[in-house]
């Protein structure tokens, strides 16, 4: 009796399964030059079936991100809903449960060496000697670089202190520095060689809104530069605002993952009328067959099932209705965002 | 194994290439060194132990001249055999002192010193940062510990030649008795000196191994350090402790005061090589643990 390979259980997994992941491989001597594979060069990181799992607690089940090259990602969710681990997991800090990542085509953590020069990173804050200067701390960031040249270090660290405006403040020590400052030393740490890719873990986080926009115009310049940047983030402003792709997390699975226009198409088009007469603007709405007609002072909506909004006004002035205003908001990402992540508080008020 | 794996394999670069990659890793890691040996020998704390460690001998020196020990008076208990010496000859303080501070003020600095090496980098999360560089996990354990040896040499040589400065300035200075009843020229003698400085600062690397693996289990730089010195305590206690004459031989701290035959003519070979071997075994042990503890660990930190 003859056993086909093909009907080994598990062999097509095995097929497209990334390179296995046990053990961290440090220290392999890879080529930092090491080409990518050419399959997956339009994919910044990839992830198939990553999983984290802390004692009893999934922290990340099974997600699969694709990232493209020159995208700005926006890696959404609620605190705990395991982007910080995701991310872990990508740079190679924690080892996944099961499952495995590409960043920019190259397998990790086994491909750490060869890949992570190429990666910038931001990961939960962030964290430097105290009693050293900013510069002093990008030197040793430096030092520990074996792809970086000691012969141009000097003018390496003044560019990426000059780049996120702190020059004048290189000199400080780190203790000294404000919220603001800390965090785009850190950013500043991921511009110490050119990037091909740079992940950032709530890049904004704890700060006041002048740095908050100072940040944000800095990620756009990275990417301006075709940087991919994966940007994770609990803030939806922030990410309706600088990011091209949304994946959405909740409890630890991914919810949603696509282009913001994909995400902001899922919403169900409403229509709102503004009128002096709500009350028969709701009736007439209700008449026609429109579902989840609401009234909130002047203003009525209800679910634009497939109709013409022309249609609509048309209806009203023949009901006499006086029509103030007409329009299709669409759902706010934010609405969106409540809808898959689940989140418990009341936005609505 | 990755793709790249294979690629390397399938074209080897050239001799001179290798040649030239080899260099290139050296320099880095030197340099890397270099930045590691400044944070520690920068940190205030590391300076004041030293600081502390270096006063020793000053105390000594001053309490010894102050009111000198009549021989027979100090060393009938089995206390250090140079505490009469050292009024008769200077040089007797640096031995002196070794021996004082090898009981805690030296296992203490290392202490801090390991125990701080990667539990201090994780609790100020700066150990995320240099893993994402990335540093390599077996390069920076390595560098971590070079820096420890480093420190440890450090700081044996510098309380020798505090106490071998002081000891000339406050006591006459000549011929080196040894512990053997002969003597030899100063200059021979300080060679000892040398010697047994080297020999200490070895069994310190052990300790600080022992440091390093410890601090790679923790994120509370504190609590390695407190472990470290209750393994120190701990030895010691058993070491005196004479039903337990089976196990003293595998002791971290058994082989440590064993320097004393540096100080003998001839030097007595058997016993600090056997310091030196269980010195060597401890570093082979605790470096594995801390290796294989610290390239797996999730850092969460």
């Known amino acids: 009796m003859t056993r086909s390979p093909a009907a080994r259980p598990g062999a097509g997994e095995d097929e497209i399964s990334f390179g296995r992941t046990a053990g961290t491989a440090e220290d392999r001597a890879e080529p930092a030059d090491s080409p990518p594979r050419p399959d997956a060069a339009a994919t910044a990181v990839a992830t198939i079936g990553l999983t984290k799992r802390f004692g009893a607690q999934l922290a990340v089940a099974g997600i699969n991100l694709a990232v493209p090259q020159g995208s700005v990602y926006g890696f959404l969710g609620p605190n705990g809903s395991g982007k910080t681990t995701t991310i872990r997991m990508l740079l190679g800090l924690i080892q996944p449960t099961s499952g495995g990542q ?179 603007a709701a009736q007439v709405l209700t008449r026609l067959g429109f579902s989840d007609v609401t009234v909130a002072g002047r203003e009525v909506t209800a679910q634009l099932g497939g109709q013409a909004p022309e249609t609509v006004c048309a209806e009203l002035v023949h009901a006499g209705v006086p029509v103030a205003g007409l329009d299709t908001p669409r759902a706010s990402l934010e609405d969106l965002f409540v809808e898959l992540t689940g989140e418990g508080f009341d936005v609505n008020g | ?133 990335p540093a390599g996990r077996t390069r920076l354990l390595g560098i971590k510990f070079t820096a420890t040896v480093v420190f440890c040499v450090a700081a044996c040589l510098l309380v020798s030649a505090v106490a071998v400065a002081l000891g000339a300035i406050l006591f006459p200075v000549g011929p080196v008795t040894l512990l053997s009843g002969t003597a030899v020229p100063l200059a021979m003698g300080l060679l000892r000196l040398l010697l047994v400085a080297l020999y200490l600062a070895a069994a310190m690397a052990a300790l600080g191994s022992i440091g390093l693996a410890i601090s790679t289990f923790t994120e509370h730089p504190l609590g390695a350090v407190a472990a470290i010195l209750v393994i120190t305590i701990a030895s010691d206690v058993a070491d005196t402790v004479s039903q337990l004459g089976a196990v003293h031989p595998y002791l971290p701290t058994h082989w440590w005061l064993s320097f004393d035959g540096l100080l003998r003519s001839p030097i007595a070979w058997p016993d600090l090589l056997h310091g030196l071997l269980s010195f060597g075994v401890y570093v082979v042990i605790f470096g594995s643990i801390a290796w294989a503890r610290f390239t797996t660990a999730d850092v969460t930190s």
């Open chain 1, 102 to 280: 590409r960043l920019l085509g190259v397998s990790m953590p086994a491909g750490a060496n060869a890949v992570l020069p190429r990666v910038g990173s931001l990961v939960e804050g962030p964290a430097f000697h105290p009693q050293l200067s900013g510069r002093a701390n990008l030197a040793r960031l430096d030092a520990a670089d074996r792809t970086a040249s000691p012969r141009t270090a000097a003018a390496r660290i003044e560019a990426a202190l000059d780049r996120v405006g702190l020059l004048a403040a290189a000199g400080k020590r780190y203790r000294a520095y404000s919220l603001g400052m800390k965090q785009r030393l850190a950013i500043a740490a991921g511009l110490l060689q050119p990037r091909e890719l740079m992940i950032l873990d709530e890049p904004t986080n704890g700060l006041d809104p002048q740095g908050t926009r100072e940040v944000r115009a800095l990620i756009r310049e990275i990417a301006a530069d075709g940087t991919t940047v994966f940007v994770s983030s609990h803030l939806l402003a922030e990410v309706e605002q600088i990011c091209s792709h949304v994946g959405v997390m909740r409890a630890g699975e991914l919810v949603f993952q696509g282009t913001l226009e994909e995400l902001r198409g899922r919403g169900t088009p409403r229509i709102l009328v503004r009128t002096g007469e709500p009350e028969r």
């Open chain 2, 1 to 133: 194994m990755s793709t790249a794996d294979v690629a390397s394999q399938a074209s080897p670069p050239g001799q001179a290439v290798r040649g030239g990659v080899w260099l290139a890793a050296v320099r880095h890691w030197l340099r890397l060194l270099r930045s590691e040996l400044g944070l520690v020998f920068g940190r205030k704390r590391n300076l004041a132990l030293l600081a502390v460690l270096a006063a020793v001998p000053v105390l000594l020196g001053i309490v010894l001249k102050v009111s000198p020990l009549q021989p027979g008076n100090g060393g009938g208990n089995g206390g250090p055999a140079f505490l009469t010496q050292v009024t008769g000859n200077g040089v007797f303080l640096a031995f002196l002192t070794l021996v004082v501070e090898s009981a805690l003020a030296l296992p203490l600095a290392v202490a801090v010193v390991s125990g701080d090496a990667i539990a201090g980098e994780a609790n100020r999360g700066t150990l995320r940062y240099l893993l994402t560089v």
